[in-house]
């Protein structure tokens, strides 16, 4: 599923898609750029929101883990941009 991002001033409407889809079971990853956000145009900075089984849970947790625990030098020099920035904080 993909969308390319919320249309309507209305959150019920822009999310009632999202909503369909979990109510028939369906598993859903909504993904959130911040590039934008966070002035890092050069970089790709994003989130994740999982609706999942319980299965899919467990590889997950796995790949959460190889990720969060390995960061890489790119995400260091995003982390260092974003928190070096006291504009940020405003």
């Known amino acids: 599923m993909i969308h390319q991002g919320f249309v309507s001033k209305s959150l019920d409407d822009d999310l009632s898609f999202v909503r369909k ?3 028939y079971g369906r598993e859903v ?3 959130q750029s911040y590039n934008k956000n966070l002035n890092l145009l050069a970089k790709y900075v994003a989130a994740i929101n999982t609706i999942i089984s319980f299965i899919n849970l467990t590889t997950m947790y796995k790949i959460a883990r190889l990720i969060y ?3 890489h030098v790119q995400d260091i020099c995003i982390i260092t941009n974003v928190v070096g920035k006291p504009i940020m904080f405003d």
């Open 21 to 23: 889809f979990i109510a």
């Open 29 to 31: 990853f909504v993904v």
């Open 69 to 71: 625990s390995n960061l």
